[in-house]
């Protein structure tokens, strides 16, 4: 028959206001623990008051480095291992940038690149997704949300004299009836001369209205000037990544 | 002398190899916090989805892509909790809120689009594993909203202490990270940030 042992736990330390520091088991902060004792909650409140003015954090005039160095310090491979694994990271990294051209766009600043590697192919200025929500009018509760997508994506579909399918937003929009004849909704000539699909309905396509280029005003598409489209045709294939931020 | 030189072949050739390569970073110790970022970034870089680095001692914040610097946000200052600063990764919970324009049917959604400038330029960024980012501009920037920020900090900070659990102990704040980025990036990193998109904080080999 075995006998149950119960551990003694090993006596924490106590300070004389009787308030116990302790650390943490997650996160690795100090937390307070308040004493039973009620004499001793008016101290534990002055020494909490003590960290919050400063003693529990860092800030931006000192080092991190020495944080970390406590717990390496025992396994410390030689400067030129370290260097060896920096550089092989850094090689495995750069496999992972496109290796052909890609096209990036900031939607904050309204702005299509083209990259290959490092070097910027076009710059052009684009727009982008006006945000605004328009109700569905037979779906209570649903909306259109008029944002462009953010994520990485591709190319996938390149047309030319692309001709636009108006989707039901479009009659609300412009407050006519949704046709039930799919030849109704039709339109060539508004996308440009070239179209490049990334998904779900997304291109990035021309535009009529050259003088909103720069601002926020798209249903989720991406316009560009017709030059720049024109490049943006040229040098983006099927499955070039399309970054949007 | 054909021998002599073929004698020293191998020998040159091994020195070559040996010999380490020359980096900007000759310290062990950034190295070795800079190569752990590396490691952490290498599986972000292989997904499909934007991520954001974030290097304290360099003072930046960066949206990256396949490795690649989409943009790059300026840290004038920072002030962290003692165990908000540790490397690693982290998942933003959700994008600062933004009151969408609704337009009616026959209305013309160009009219009043949301832009970066509709953005928070004062918002905290919540992370799973536990990390709050509390973005604001600079103090000169905002005078009024930097002690309402103060006083709020302060007040959160007394009300957990106050409100202790019934085994006596204090409720813990999340570790937090207070960034102070000038106005327009504080609006534009708002703006970008997607729900789910990683965070990596780690030491970057930025020059």
């Not at chain 1, 920096?86 to 766009?105: D, N, W």
């Not at chain 2, 190569?35 to 952490?40: A, D, F, G, I, Y």
């Not at chain 2, 908000?84 to 933003?92: M, R």
């Amino acid at each position: 028959m075995m006998a149950t042992m119960k551990k003694k736990p090993p006596p924490m330390p106590t300070l004389p206001d009787q308030t116990l520091l302790k650390r943490a088991d997650v996160g690795g902060g100090f937390q307070l623990i308040r004493a039973r004792n009620q004499t001793g909650w008016a101290v534990s409140l002055l020494v909490a008051g003590l960290l919050a003015l400063g003693a529990c954090e860092d800030s931006g005039s000192r080092s991190l480095e020495s944080r970390t160095a406590d717990n390496e310090a025992a396994e410390q491979p030689t400067l030129s291992t370290l260097q060896r694994q920096y550089e092989s990271l850094k090689r495995q990294l750069a496999r992972q940038v496109p290796s052909g051209a890609y096209i990036v766009v900031d939607t904050a600043r309204n702005h299509l690149y083209i990259k290959r590697g490092k070097e910027v192919l076009l710059d052009a200025v684009a727009s982008t997704g006006s945000g605004v929500i328009l109700d569905k009018p037979d779906h209570p509760g649903s909306q259109w949300l008029f944002d462009t997508p953010r994520g990485e994506f591709a190319v996938q579909t390149r047309l030319t004299n692309p001709v636009w399918i108006k989707p039901d937003w479009a009659f609300l929009e412009e407050d006519q009836d949704i046709p039930s004849n799919p030849a109704d909704r039709m339109e060539s000539g508004v996308l440009g001369d070239y179209a490049l699909g990334f998904g779900k309905g997304y291109f990035i396509h021309g535009t009529l209205y050259t003088r909103l280029l720069g601002k926020n005003v798209t249903h989720g598409c991406i316009r560009l000037a017709d030059d720049d489209l024109r490049t943006t045709y040229k040098l983006a294939k099927n499955g070039t990544p399309v970054m949007i931020f | 002398m054909a021998g002599v030189v073929l004698c020293l072949v191998p020998t040159l050739l091994g020195a070559i190899q040996e010999q380490p390569p020359t980096l900007p970073i000759q310290d062990p110790q950034t190295l070795r916090e800079v190569t752990r970022t590396l490691e952490e970034e290498l599986k972000l870089a292989s997904r499909p989805q934007p991520y954001l680095v974030l290097d304290l001692s360099q003072r930046v914040m960066l949206i990256k892509g396949r490795g690649v610097i989409l943009r790059h946000f300026t840290v004038l200052d920072w002030k962290a909790s003692r165990d908000a600063t540790g490397p690693g990764v982290y998942k933003l919970r959700a994008r600062p809120p933004v009151a969408r324009p609704k337009i009616q049917p026959g209305q013309d959604s160009t009219e009043h689009p949301i832009e970066v400038h509709d953005m928070p330029m004062e918002y905290l960024l919540v992370f799973d594993r536990d990390l709050v980012i509390e973005v604001a501009p600079p103090l000169a920037e905002r005078p009024w909203h930097w002690f309402k920020r103060k006083w709020l900090s302060h007040w959160i900070r007394v009300r957990s202490w106050v409100r202790a659990d019934p085994a006596g102990e204090f409720l813990a704040l999340p570790p937090r990270l207070s960034l102070i980025v000038p106005h327009e990036e504080a609006q534009a990193l708002a703006w970008a940030v997607t729900e789910g998109m990683p965070l990596l904080i780690g030491r970057t080999d930025l020059p």
